[in-house]
């Protein structure tokens, strides 16, 4: 398989140093240290060692289209755009007139964009990314390819792939012969694009190397020394997810969905992934708990009460009077773990919970049985005067739900939903009230879940 690579564009020389300033001044943190000076050598110019990055206090940018696709995919890219919105403080919204962000789909020209603050730089009669030939018959996989990889450095971030640790297992001679055939470059274009490390340095988000980025292009078996393929990363992942939410710090709202955009529920020894944006059962689930989440003691594995996605980076799985941490990012439970409730949560029942989900308010709910308590994440207790009865505090439940939920989880959207046996509700967290028209049965209303419920050991 031959992908089109991406490349990123660079300003010409004349504009390349007044748009590193520009960078500086928008954001501080894009200047070069005096490490990254000393690892590029002392007669690289400014702009090759500064980052791009938009102030911190958030990307708010406007997208126009230089070739007048049409309504739906133009909706279907920003759509991909603002995937990084969802852990991240960034927005992309379409404009009739001339945005900042302007994207053509010149053929033969492959995928490209300019990297962060320097598509300032860039007339506004020119596009700042390319994405060659894309159109609705455009797989979805390659929406979430490239789409979300060409923002990724409309963002500011550069490529994965060219970390030492990755440049150094390359084949120097094999990659110019393979890009200049399937790509069209010349060889320098190959030594800048995929041969020439970056690291230890600003221009880098993350601490550790991580292959399967959605900034890490795939790079084929037969140019690497070692014979192994870089696989590349198909689609944003948590630690990409998080380190923009890092660059990029809120506002965004807790909810139940993971930084790749995907709630997990669990039933019995099994779980599946929901993908939010398709609103469906990913392919391929159920699968079994254990081997799938590493470090999970084998009565977790068996069945959980509840899971419920913290602010913290992590997740907390609750199975009787004990409960795990797992880390999101690292993709395993944290070392020290089972631990017993008790004295671990002020206030919570020591004996366990049957379902909990982080509030958009900061709050966390916590049910079991008829009752919830409402728990204070900053202060990390129950708030006083909880537990309460479900009964009469979550307007519009209905008794059934009322006398004890299996699974809660929060949506994007505002809403969040209550599982109980074969049925679930819609609360609308605004209005704070069950929305009419509940229950319904999750059959057909949940592609792919359980039809007999979610959440149950
Ligand atoms: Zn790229």
């Given amino acids: 398989m031959t992908y089109i690579s991406c490349s990123i564009k660079t300003l010409p020389t004349e504009l390349a140093e007044e748009a590193a300033a520009k960078a500086i001044e928008l954001n ?10 000393a690892a590029l050598g002392p007669d690289l110019p400014l702009s090759a060692i500064t980052a791009r990055r938009w102030p911190k206090s958030g990307v708010r940018l406007s997208v126009s289209f230089l070739d007048n696709p049409g309504a739906d995919l133009r909706a279907r ?19 009739a007139g001339t945005g900042q962000v302007r994207i053509a789909r010149k053929a033969g020209d492959g995928y490209w964009s300019y990297l962060g603050t320097d598509v300032l730089s860039i007339a506004t009669n020119k596009p700042t990314m390319n994405l060659a030939s894309f159109s609705m018959n455009t797989p979805e996989s390659e929406f979430h390819r490239v789409v979300r990889h060409e923002t990724g450095h409309t963002l500011g971030f550069p490529h994965e792939h060219r970390r030492k640790a990755i440049v150094d297992r390359i084949d120097r001679e094999k990659a110019i012969v393979y890009f200049m055939r399937t790509q069209g470059w010349t060889r320098a274009e190959v030594i800048e694009q995929v041969l020439t490390p970056f690291d230890n340095s600003a221009l880098i988000a993350s601490a550790a190397t991580d292959p399967t980025s959605i900034m890490c292009y795939g790079l084929p078996a037969e140019i690497m020394k070692d014979g192994i393929a870089v696989p590349g990363g198909p689609d944003i992942n948590n630690l990409d997810a998080t380190f923009a939410g890092q660059l990029y710090p809120g506002p965004v709202s807790p909810t139940s969905m993971w930084p790749n955009g995907k709630v997990y529920l669990f039933k019995g020894s099994q779980y599946v992934r929901y993908n939010v944006a398709a609103d469906k059962v990913d392919a391929g689930y159920p699968l079994p708990i254990a081997g799938n989440w590493p470090g999970f003691p084998a009565d977790f594995a068996s069945g959980i009460d509840s899971g419920v996605l913290w602010t913290n980076g992590k997740a907390y799985y609750f199975r009787g009077n004990q409960y795990i941490r797992y880390d999101v990012v690292n993709d395993r439970v944290d070392a020290g773990y089972p631990r017993p409730i008790f004295n671990n949560w002020p206030g919570l029942w020591a004996g366990g919970i049957d379902a909990g989900v ?14 919830y308590v409402r728990y204070d994440i900053a202060a990390d207790r129950v708030d006083p005067g909880y537990p309460k009865p479900i009964a009469g505090n979550w307007p519009g439940m209905p008794a059934a739900f009322a006398q004890g939920i299996d699974e809660i989880v929060v949506w994007p959207n505002g809403k969040a939903y209550a599982f109980k046996g074969s049925q679930y ?14 229950p319904l049965p ?6 792919g879940l359980w039809s007999s419920g979610v959440g149950t050991r």
């Avoid at 609308?428 to 509940?438: E, F, M, S, T």
């Fill in 28 to 37: 501080p943190e894009n200047a070069p240290s005096a490490q990254d000076r």
């Fill in 425 to 438: 509700v819609r609360y609308d967290i605004a209005a704070d009230r069950v929305d009419p028209g509940y």
């Fill in 358 to 371: 982080v509030w958009p308010n900061g709050k966390a709910y916590l049910f079991k049985g008829s009752q």
């Fill in 442 to 447: 999750i059959d057909p209303h949940w592609p």
């Fill in 77 to 95: 890219i920003l759509s991909h755009m603002n995937a990084w919105g969802a852990w991240a403080n960034v927005r992309f919204t379409e404009t």
